[in-house]
């Protein structure tokens, strides 16, 4: 019982794990979204700078649309690496969170 439940609880972890990084490219996605839009905005003749360590650097607009749109791309497939993870290790977890559940409450009755 207790090997089932520390396996259990591992996939837990795992699951939670999965949701921090699940949530930081959601995040991630929607700034660069968001950048995107702005560059789209932007006139062909405007100045766009990026920043590298503590200086500002000149950059082309195609070549930061660009830039942004493989951004857009990496994360958008680590995403879905991580959404195909979870739909894995999601549903035996959660029966097993259930295992869990049930063994805290017995013990403590």
Do not use: W
Not at 81 to 108: A, D
């Amino acid at each position: 019982m207790a090997m089932a439940i520390s396996a259990a609880l591992r996939d837990l972890q795992q699951i939670a794990k999965n949701h921090q990084v699940r949530k930081k490219y959601t995040i991630q996605l929607g700034e660069n979204e968001l950048v995107l839009k702005e560059l789209d905005l932007l006139k062909e003749d405007a100045n766009v700078y990026k920043l590298i360590g503590p200086v500002l650097v000149k950059q082309d607009l195609a070549e930061a649309n660009a830039n942004v749109r493989k951004r857009i791309d990496y994360i958008s497939a680590e995403l879905l690496r991580v959404y195909k993870r979870e739909c894995k290790t999601y549903r035996p977890g959660k029966l097993k969170h259930n295992v869990v559940l049930k063994y805290y409450i017995f013990s403590e009755e």
